[in-house]
Each structure stands twice: as C-alpha cells, then as structure tokens.
C-alpha cells in the first residue's frame, strides 16, 4: 500500500455543550470550527438531553465546515478522531458515532481521545511549545488537576479535587449571585472592578496536592444569606467586591497547590489549560509565580482554553504517530481512568 505524504487527521469534540471539529496536517491545525449551545443559558446549566440533540443538528456542517476552511477533501484524510471520555454520555454518543460512521466510510482508523489530555496538550498547537517536564494546571467545569507531563502522551496526575472543580465553584457562586450561566467569565468581568480583600473567605488547605472547593461554595453561601438578611440589595451593591473576592480566593486556593508540585518537581516550564485558564486573575497570578520562581509560563491562546477541537487533533496527531487507533467497536464513557 502506498504510504500517504501527509498526515491529515479530523477531529471531533461533543463531550459537553460545543460541537467542534478540526483539521491537521502534520501537526499544524488548519481549521478550528466551534458552534456553541446558548441554548443552556435559560436554564442555569447544560441539559444534557438538550445538548445531544443540539450536537446533531450541528455536528454534519461544523465538520463541512472544518474542511472547507482547511481547503481538504473527506478522501484526503487518514484518520478521525474524537473525543471518548469524559463527558456527557449523550453528548460523546453523537460525535463518537459520527466519528465511526465517517471513518468505516472513508476506510480509514479512528482514534478516540481523553478530553482531559487534549486540554493539557492545546499546548502543543501553536508555538512556543513547553519543553518536557511539563506542569500543567488543568481546570474546567468538571476538573481541577496538576498533571505532570514527561512527553505528549506520558502524564500523570499529581493532584486533583476531592469534591467540586474550580469552574464548577465559579458558575455554581454565580448562581447564588443570579448571574446566568455560565457564570465563571461574569464573574472574572465584575472582579476587575472590584476589591479582591473586600470580603475575606476561607481559603481551603488539604494535605499533599489535592484540592476542594465545596467549602468555598457554602462559605459564600452563608456568607450571602447573612448579608441579605441585613440588606436584601446586598449582592446588587457589592458585586463587583463580590466577584472580586470569589475569584481571589479561588485562585490563591488553585495557585498555593500548584507552586508546591512546581518547587517539589522542580519543574521549568509551568502552564495552565481548561476553561478556568481564561480567567484573568489566573493568569496573573500564574505569571507573578513564574517570575518568582524564574520559570516559564504558558498561557494558552482563549480559544484554546474552553473546550475546543484543536486540541482533540493535537492529541490525534502525537497518537497517529505511535500508531495508537482506537477498535470501531471501542465505547464512550462518562467518566474515565487516566490514560
Ligand atoms: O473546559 P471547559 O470549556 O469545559 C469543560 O470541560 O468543563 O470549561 C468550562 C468552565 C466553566 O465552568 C466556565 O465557567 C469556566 O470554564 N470559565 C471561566 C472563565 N471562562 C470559562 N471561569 C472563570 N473565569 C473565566 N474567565
Ligand atoms: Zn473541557
């Protein structure tokens, strides 16, 4: 069999509320087609019957769409890949079973991909990439956890939440706050005009590299209730110190762990991925800690922090070069071990 010049891979993300698809030729992303599903805003979080039926109606021309813009034909691809787990089931069911029908179309393998992994490699789609050991602090709305990363494919989890993500803590703080959903980029916009030392809450300290935040949550829980009791326009008036604080102690949680994997790895190159990777006061305390620590910092680009397909193709890319595809029979899972 003729071996192809080129290594065209199209990748597929479904696992929550965005359907999107990629393109990448030997490693370089030529497309990147997200639709995003407002349709979640009226009900304060993603209805997950909601989101299956919207990804398919939006997976046949996001994915048309990837390829026009790549400039690349269904028959010039060698691979597809898609994103396996975690997520909702619902959600992975229709990109994975797209993914399958394409591939046995187009005769060609598929590989399944583990979202949390991509987060951590949209490092690797544009340059300057991290140079190996690579710290990654990766957090979504379903995930908090210091990976270390020795090559591409080679990580391992070094600390996670033991209860709520921290994108959780900010959307699930925003609803007490009656801010729509979701609410973590509404927050990171009222706290920059407020005062983060306005309202001081508990910042949550456990042994090792572990993480939770459901204590934050019912401190600001509490916290409100008393406040509104005094003055029921107490959220009204303050929000923005509100907002301000919230995320303050949220990343000083996020950032105290994280520098502790950092001097006990003694790593060189630090980043951060995941939805949560966009919030600003992240991504200034992340800088200060590389500049004390001397280290580099790797801030990805804001579209390649919430959830996107890039990502899933750069992941593809390093697995189709170890020849890693995936059975046709292979299943989605909601929740999956590390791979
Ligand atoms: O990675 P992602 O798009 O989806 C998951 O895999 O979960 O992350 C979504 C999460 C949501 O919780 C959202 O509120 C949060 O990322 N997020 C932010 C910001 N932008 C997105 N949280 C705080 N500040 C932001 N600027
Ligand atoms: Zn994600």
Redesign the pocket.
């Known amino acids: 069999m003729e071996v192809p010049q080129h290594q065209i891979i199209l990748a597929i993300e479904s696992s ?1 509320d965005e359907t999107a698809a990629s393109v990448i030729k030997d490693g370089q992303v030529l497309s990147n087609i997200i639709a995003t599903q407002t349709v979640h805003e009226q009900y304060g979080g993603v209805v997950p019957e909601i989101a299956s039926r919207t990804h398919l109606q939006h997976i046949v021309p996001v994915v048309d769409q990837a390829l026009k813009t790549a400039g690349i034909s269904k028959e010039s691809l060698q691979a597809i890949a898609f994103t396996q787990a975690p997520g909702l089931l619902g959600s992975l069911l229709v990109g994975s079973s797209f993914a399958k029908g394409m591939a046995q179309a187009l005769n060609i393998p598929l590989i399944g991909v583990h ?1 949390m992994q991509a ?1 951590v490699l949209a490092h690797f789609i544009e340059d300057p990439k991290p140079a190996f050991p690579f710290l990654c602090l990766t957090v ?3 995930h908090t956890q210091i990976v270390l990363c020795h090559s591409p494919l080679d990580m391992e989890i070094l600390g996670e939440t033991i209860d709520d993500a921290a ?2 803590a ?2 699930k703080i925003a609803k007490m706050l009656e801010l729509p959903y ?4 509404l ?2 916009r009222y706290a920059q005009q407020g005062n983060p030392k306005a309202f001081p809450f508990p910042i949550p300290s456990l042994e090792g590299l572990n993480y939770s935040f459901s204590g934050i949550k019912t401190a600001v829980l509490y916290f409100l209730q008393k406040q509104k009791a005094i003055d029921p326009d107490f959220v009204q008036k303050n929000i923005a110190d509100i907002c301000a604080s919230v995320q303050y102690t949220i990343v000083t949680a996020l950032l105290k762990k994280f520098e502790k994997a950092a001097k006990q790895y003694k790593v060189r190159h630090i980043g951060v991925a ?3 990777s ?2 600003s006061g992240l991504r200034t305390a992340l800088t200060e800690l590389g500049k004390k620590l001397r280290i580099e910092v790797y801030l990805p680009k804001f579209e390649y922090c ?2 996107n397909a890039a990502m899933i193709a750069v992941t593809a890319h390093y697995k189709m070069q170890r020849k890693e595809f995936t059975d046709l029979l292979a299943v989605p899972t909601a929740r999956a071990a590390w791979k």
Do not use: K, M
Not at 182 to 185: A, H, T
């Open positions: 929550c979202h987060h979504s709305g379903g994108g959780e900010f959307d979701p609410g973590g980029p927050i990171d995941g939805g949560v966009a919030n919430t959830d």
